[in-house]
């Protein structure tokens, strides 16, 4: 299979001496959704800068699509397109003039950049602003905006850094569709996200990185079968006899209100059973946390617990 | 990246700056108009009539060429100082860092644009001065290559200061304590046949003294420097801040971390 992207040994160690990659190595394959994951100050946004040239690496080897980022630089460029985290480009210019010339850059001729211009804002819901200044979009358009900047050049693998950050549900959702949909048409995506419920919905696969180092790299279905125990929340009738559990741990958040941690093996029929024996009625239940955040928690704790007993 | 893919790309950022400048040319064309008929005004028409002649020809004729010169090193130095470094601040200078643009083809962009700013800038104020002076020509191809020259040099230097610069502040510390002075010292408004020996010998320093003296021997005739040596300091000049910014911009420094 064609790898997208190979990175091997990457360090970076900024001026001052703060070392934000220790030796990474990540590989995402052609056609994949891979998410990459990490809590602040892991490396992901040093890592996206180093592949998309904005910062320069100290060691190690990248290669997107088997072209070498020492050696055929510009190769590189042309199969990257781009979404930063933070809005960077000129608030001033119409939402037309900053893809076209985008497109410019990449030596698209002007027409041909028009043409998919028209094609990638309207799949944005865009064209009707192209004739408005940046500055005046709203932040949900200002998002979409650097998704149809980074598509003009019709890259094959699309990075998206925190691309959902402050975007309401409905448009985060439709965001996700068309994420999927140019997926489904081969451009291979990387993405960071803070919302794990986004990886957890769009990515096939998962890297997590802490401390400049991948700490785990698998499929999202492994990953997520390494989920032993989960939390449940269980909104009772108000109670005046508080209810017992035996062989879960059990925590009353108030008089109608319990939180259950579950281990796979058991399930939750047994919880149900206790609490029909104590004539508990039970109104509603709901995971506690996205399942992924609870693996990802424990993931990293494990990691850094670990290099401490080291 | 092919040359034609090069090109697109040089046309682009070409296209983007004079966008810009003239999106705002109440900020970029008027002022220069504004200012340089005040010095018409008052240097040439009221203090000038009291001065007499210099350098053979009325003060007036004398000052027009300096202050043309003036208009253009101002103009070219701030559009790419201000753009490059907006672009610096507002980060929309990594939409062309991802991008396979290479070094040259931003350079020659931001620089096309400064010169295209003071080359029009250039003709207003050449042509507000014809309103207090006939225009009188003597050496168009000269007047045509120091102008140029001249914007280019400029606008380079505008180019180095924006990528060293951190603040707003950084880019208008060069013009208010370096540009200003050396312009004002620079022959503009005097022949330097005027000063005692040792401050003509400190002037040839002052590269101003070059592209104004170059410049106004391609209009009247009269220079305190041989118009050639003038073009080749020119282009000395222009060669060296061409290497400085290229190896800035090529190392990445104040663009990337």
């Known amino acids: 299979m064609t790898k997208a992207l190979e990175i091997k040994s990457l360090r970076k160690v900024y001026r001052g001496g703060l070392e934000a990659l220790k030796g990474l190595d990540l590989t995402v394959n052609e056609g994949d959704f891979y998410a990459l994951l990490g809590p602040n100050g892991a490396g992901k946004s040093t890592t996206i800068g180093i592949i998309s040239s904005l910062v320069n690496k100290t060691e190690g080897e990248v290669k997107v699509f088997g072209y070498d980022l020492d050696t055929q630089l510009a190769d590189v460029k042309r199969q990257i397109g781009l979404v930063p985290q933070e809005f960077n480009f000129n608030q001033f210019e119409t939402v037309e003039q900053i893809v076209v010339n985008q497109a410019g850059y990449y030596g698209v001729p002007r027409k041909l950049a028009k043409e998919r211009a028209q094609k990638y804002l309207t799949q944005l819901g865009l064209w009707d602003k192209r004739n408005d200044r940046a500055r005046t979009l709203s932040g949900g358009m200002k998002r979409r905006l650097m998704i149809a900047r980074a598509l003009l050049h019709e890259p094959k693998l699309l990075i998206l850094d925190e691309p959902t950050a402050g975007v309401d549900i409905e448009l985060r959702r439709s965001m996700w569709d068309y994420l999927t949909l140019i997926n489904s048409q081969g451009i291979t995506i990387i993405l960071t996200t803070h919302y794990l419920e986004e990886a957890e919905t769009l990515c096939r696969n998962i890297g997590i990185i802490d401390k400049g180092r991948i700490i785990e790299n698998t499929s999202m279905k492994l990953l997520l079968s390494k989920l032993n125990v989960e939390t449940f929340v269980f909104d009772l009738e108000p109670y005046s006899n508080s209810p017992t559990m035996t062989g879960f741990t059990m925590r009353e958040l108030d008089n109608h209100t319990l939180e259950v941690d579950v281990p796979k093996e058991r399930g939750l029929n047994n919880v149900f059973e206790q609490l029909t024996a104590q004539n508990m009625k039970v109104l509603s239940m709901r995971n506690k946390a996205n399942r992924l955040e609870e693996l990802f928690v424990d993931l990293v704790e494990q990691g850094r617990n670990q290099k401490e007993s080291v | ?257």
């Open chain 2, 1 to 257: 990246m092919s040359m034609a893919m090069n090109l697109t790309a040089l046309r682009t950022i070409w296209i983007k700056e004079c966008t810009r400048f003239l999106r705002i040319w109440v900020q970029t064309l008027v002022p220069p108009a504004i200012t340089m008929t005040l010095y018409f005004v008052i240097f040439g028409n009221l203090i000038g009539s009291r001065i007499g002649e210099m350098g053979g020809v009325s003060y007036m004729e004398f000052i027009v060429p300096g202050l043309i010169m003036m208009s253009v090193i101002t103009n070219a130095y701030s559009n790419v100082a201000s753009s490059f470094f907006s672009a610096k601040f507002q980060r929309n200078i990594e939409e062309m860092l991802v991008a396979p643009v290479s070094t040259m083809t931003i350079i020659l962009g931001y620089v096309g644009g400064g010169v295209a700013r003071s080359l029009i800038v250039a003709v207003v104020v050449t042509v507000v001065s014809s309103f207090f002076v006939p225009l009188n020509i003597q050496h168009f191809w000269l007047i045509v290559v120091t102008v140029i020259l001249t914007a280019t040099l400029f606008a380079l230097a505008g180019l180095v200061n924006a990528v060293f610069a951190k603040t707003f502040d950084d880019i208008s510390i060069i013009p208010t304590f370096v540009l200003t002075p050396l312009t004002y010292l620079g022959g503009v408004f005097y022949s330097i046949s005027l000063l005692p020996q040792f401050w003509q010998t400190v002037s040839q320093a002052n590269p101003v003294i070059y592209m104004v003296n170059a410049f106004r021997y391609g209009f009247i005739g009269v220079s305190d420097i041989n118009a050639y040596v003038a073009l080749g300091v020119l282009v000395l000049f222009n060669l060296v801040f061409f290497a400085l910014a290229w190896s800035l911009l090529h190392r990445g420094v104040g663009i990337r971390s």
